[in-house]
């Protein structure tokens, strides 16, 4: 086991290099001279020079990558153009509403997403199937910002339950900061659910077929048993899978959202960032995503050990 | 010698391809899929003679609700939200379109050659891996960045972020067949590589492809929408959900239409593509096919 992790988190150096690297050229795949878009059509020679020391640009492109390389290893993500501060230290400012977000929405997606795929498995091709499975069609084809939109219309601005938009920060008390994030979290998490229900319903529909299912109920076991206890522990595998993946899509679901509710977090950090050609920060941001993504995805797979005796890492 | 049976794709294509139609519409659903997708593309299509000039204003009719003279109301600076809505789906069906085109091009090309020359599998796969390590919306925003808004760099910018997916997809099944007899039969009589893949592997690795091709198709649509939603995608003066949307934000509490109608159209389109995409991948997915008529 310590060895499959050690060789997994080896595995991912080249692709974080890949991953670094691609951040890297993001800067350069604009057409021009990066320093000049940057500073904007109206900037002075002046201006444009300032900002090529500033960003490095005026080294060969070798050196620029290496540099990269070193500084990302130092954590060092360099200084946003606009916000005049490291960008790392802007990342720390907004990371909070997002993580939030997040886990607030992957919680909803759980709870609604689970259970309607397994009752949905157990009466397979009753019309309590056929029902959840619908919702569930139309809830992937729902973009999670439009939802987020038709909450607003609704509960916000028809029947005044909720803001229409904000965040309240931890510090003013969490009962606020839920209250802002209530709405926001179902708008991801509803449409993940429906995502997590399809795979939830087809691997218990898997593992209902097999042949340890037939002999618990040739011994007599009851139905709730052979679903909720022999069935369910099997088909959690697959689905943890794609819950998994679900916490990775909701993180850069949060930074649509979070244009939709007007909430201060790394996807109103990002958007600002490209709109004012902050290349520091939007490298940075990318970057801090990836990275994340990547390690959620590393914690996936070691998570199979729990849910599958069978799985043994060699 | 060359009596050796080498497939034939073509001649069984053309004899498998009504029967693929009967057991495509056999299924309600993916018909209505169907049905749905061409509304869509009609609409599209259609768009300069059922929708009138998209950036026509009439300042002094700004805001007005839906009625007989404007169906779906009028936006902010007085345009036909209906005449937006339809030259918006044929925005999201060119984009859907293209981004298919070229991330299918890209990934294919990727794909088989990673599949095929084992020495360049890692090279090529390894920067697929970088590449999907980025979320899709975060990839998509970081390259519209560098690449400035437009619709040609929507497309481009999309279909970076799903050529590794089919890169991947096809790469897998090339895996599988360059094993098989018939394609060491046919090395073994000598067929060059261009051919042996372009003739013996490419055609048996087309079905999971096809299957991924209507998901890339809604994926590439959702994109579109929420990168022109966020103002980073298409300029603005380009009629896209996402723009309408955009801009129906800000006047939600007094004019919902600029929410509801461009909304509705997304999610038609969507849930049309997936009610289509799982009837195909019923049928063409082998590891699957069994259940689909198992449950039939």
């Known amino acids: 086991m310590k060895t499959y992790i050690a060789r997994r988190l080896l595995a991912l150096i080249p692709v974080a290099l890949v991953v670094a690297t691609v951040s890297f050229v993001l800067i350069h795949l604009a057409p021009g001279d990066p320093a000049s878009v940057i500073a904007g059509p109206d900037a002075s020679a002046d201006d444009v020079q300032r900002i090529q020391r500033q960003l490095g640009l005026d080294a060969p492109l070798p050196v620029q990558l290496v540099r990269w390389y070193g500084r990302l290893v130092r954590g060092d993500l360099g200084e946003s153009i606009f916000l005049r501060m490291p960008v790392t230290a802007a990342i720390l400012d907004r990371v ?3 993580l939030l977000l997040t886990l607030f929405s992957i919680a909803i997606a759980v709870v609604v997403g689970v259970p309607a795929g397994v009752l949905s498995a157990r009466y397979h091709n009753t019309a309590t199937d056929q029902a959840l499975m619908a919702v569930a069609l139309l809830g992937v084809s729902i973009p999670n910002f439009l939802l987020g939109l038709l909450f607003i219309l609704f509960f916000s601005v028809w029947l005044g339950w909720f803001p229409v938009a904000g965040y309240s920060p931890l510090e003013y008390g969490w009962a606020k900061t839920l209250r802002s994030l209530v709405l926001p979290a179902f708008a991801l998490g509803l449409v993940q659910s429906a995502l997590i229900a399809r795979i939830a319903r087809s691997s218990m529909l898997d593992v209902l077929r097999e042949q340890f299912i037939t002999a618990g109920r040739a011994k007599g076991l009851g139905e709730r048993a052979v679903v909720y206890k022999h069935a369910l522990k099997n088909a959690m595998i697959p689905t943890v899978t794609i819950i998994g993946i679900s916490f ?6 949060a930074v649509v959202v979070e244009t939709v509710f007007n909430i201060p977090g790394l996807g109103r950090l990002i958007i600002a960032a490209v709109l004012r050609r902050d290349y520091p920060v939007i490298q940075g941001v990318v970057l801090c995503i990836a990275f994340l993504y990547m390690l959620i995805n590393l914690a996936v797979d070691l998570s199979y050990v729990l849910f599958d005796p069978r799985v ?3 | 010698m060359s009596v050796i049976a080498l497939p034939r794709p073509e001649s ?4 498998a391809a009504p029967r693929w139609l009967v057991l495509l519409t056999r299924r309600k659903t993916t018909l209505a899929g169907a049905v749905i997708m061409l509304g869509m593309v009609s609409v599209g299509l259609l768009a300069p003679v059922i929708g009138g000039d998209p ?8 805001l007005a609700a839906p009625s007989r003279a404007h169906w779906f109301g009028t936006d902010d600076v007085g345009r036909d939200v209906w005449s937006r809505v339809v030259y918006g789906a044929r925005l999201s069906l060119l984009v859907g379109v293209a981004v298919v085109g070229l991330s299918f091009l890209v990934g294919m090309v990727c794909g088989l050659v990673a599949g095929y020359y084992r020495s360049l599998d890692n090279a090529v796969m390894r920067v697929m891996d970088g590449l999907m390590a980025f979320p899709a919306i975060v990839l998509a ?3 519209m960045a560098a690449l400035g808004p437009s619709v040609i760099n929507v497309i481009v910018a999309i279909a970076v972020v799903y050529s590794p997916r089919v890169a991947r997809v096809v790469r897998g099944s090339v895996l599988v067949i360059r094993e098989t007899s018939y394609v060491e039969a046919a090395r073994a009589l000598g067929v060059a590589d261009p051919m042996l893949i372009g003739r013996h592997i490419l055609p048996n690795c ?11 198709f809604a994926a590439a649509v959702l994109t579109e929408a929420a990168l022109s939603f966020l103002g980073v995608g298409v300029p603005p003066y380009v009629p896209s959900w996402g723009v309408i949307l955009a801009e129906g934000r800000l006047y939600i509490q007094q004019a919902p239409w600029l929410v509801l109608y461009p909304g509705v159209a997304i999610m038609l389109t969507i849930f049309g593509l997936n009610l289509f995409g799982d009837g195909l991948r019923d049928l063409l997915d082998p ?3 069994g259940l689909a008529t198992e449950r039939q």
């Open chain 1, 96 to 98: 909070e509403p997002t």
């Open chain 1, 248 to 253: 990775a899509i909701l993180i850069s679901g």
């Open chain 1, 312 to 314: 043994r890492y060699q």
């Open chain 2, 12 to 15: 069984t294509g053309r004899r």
């Open chain 2, 55 to 62: 950036a026509h204003m009439e300042v002094a009719g700004r």
């Open chain 2, 141 to 143: 925003i970081a390259l």
């Open chain 2, 206 to 216: 087309l079905s999971p492809v096809i299957v991924q091709g209507s998901f890339v």
């Open chain 2, 287 to 289: 590891k699957i096919r």
